[in-house]
């Protein structure tokens, strides 16, 4: 969290079939807003009628990914209502949701640290690139407050009950490096270079079957929330959509012509 005035703001920018979004506050460590929420949801929820878009980079302006929240602002919204903090809140979680409901590949390129909801927003993410020197942190007990955006369900899923309570009691960052061994990171890389190795991961994701994608998030984002029968069915009906499909005819001719495959757009 940062306690510098001002507000982050949303750049978006195409790199080919990428559409790299930019929390654009660097000099509150991209901190995060009602503005923010606003903008970036918009930008996810566009890219369901852009069939030219076929991945996703959230990255952060000025060698840091993102803050979490302002606590000025936090401190200031203290003097409203329940009401407004309420609505606050419920757009913050829409912008969570817009990720991680996206069909789109999603991945967060990280520089800097990722604090609070601004963990929630990497964690949302399908798949993280981190520098090496970064570290991630739940600062929320810090400051008396607990922690919000669904980040504990995120990190819950992601690690073992006991760090996950380590990293909401103590409020203690945790390296990048340490994320990795656990698989919560996918790629480490030299300061600086996080965007880089972002698109080159996010370019061979838009070469992929869109579809299939799609399908594949879906099903692992709800295998947490059915039993096995459940994720039986959906898999079976997705597998047997998809062996009639354009893709899958596609894939599996590329296969036994030992080619690498071209997936229709």
Partial sequence: MTDAAGETRVRARREGPVLVLTLDGAAIRNALGPAVYADLTAQ??????????????VTGAGGYFCAGGNIQSLRQSAQGTLAEAE?????????IQALVDSPLPVIAAIEGGAAGAGLALALACDLIVSSETASCT??????????DGGVTHLLRAALPRQMVMEMGLLGRPVPAARLA????????TPPGAALDTALNLARDLAAGPRTAQARIKHQINTAA?????????????????????PEAAEGLAAFLEKRIPRFPD
């Avoid at 739940?138 to 922690?147: D, T």
């Avoid at 061994?181 to 480490?188: D, K, N, Q, T």
């Avoid at 059915?226 to 959509?241: F, G, H, W, Y």
């Fill in 138 to 147: 739940l600062a929320y007990v810090k400051i008396g407050l607990s922690p």
């Fill in 87 to 95: 609505a606050r809140t419920d757009r913050l979680n829409a912008m």
């Fill in 44 to 57: 996810v929820e566009a890219t369901h009628h852009d069939s030219a878009i076929r991945a996703i980079i």
């Fill in 181 to 188: 061994e656990l698989g919560v990171i996918s790629a480490l």
């Fill in 225 to 245: 929330q059915t039993d096995l029968a459940t994720q039986q069915r959906l898999e079976a009906r997705d597998m047997n959509t998809a062996r009639f499909g």
